[in-house]
């Protein structure tokens, strides 16, 4: 399964996304059928350690623990 994501820097970031981060970044966001909310914080990315296959488990977590479904658009 392909989840379509998209990357800001913290100047270009849209202001929806600006206020789900709350001003702490680095974040993932999700974009959820009741508006954007933090997903990851920094420190939940840091402990990914650079792992792909371990930020994948921490965004289904997450996304388990908001219940949220991830879906492709």
């Known amino acids: 399964m392909s989840i379509p994501f998209d990357t800001y820097h913290r100047d270009d970031q849209p202001q929806v996304v600006r206020d789900a981060a709350g001003g702490r970044l680095p ?3 999700a974009e959820t059928g009741r508006g ?3 997903l990851l914080s ?3 990315l840091t402990a990914c350690g650079g ?3 371990r930020l994948v488990d921490a965004i289904e ?3 388990s623990r ?3 479904t991830l879906t492709v658009r």
């Open 36 to 38: 954007y909310l933090p």
């Open 51 to 53: 792992s792909v296959d």
């Open 66 to 68: 908001f219940r949220l």
């Open 27 to 29: 974040v993932i966001v």
């Open 42 to 44: 920094a420190e939940e």
């Open 61 to 63: 977590d997450a996304a």
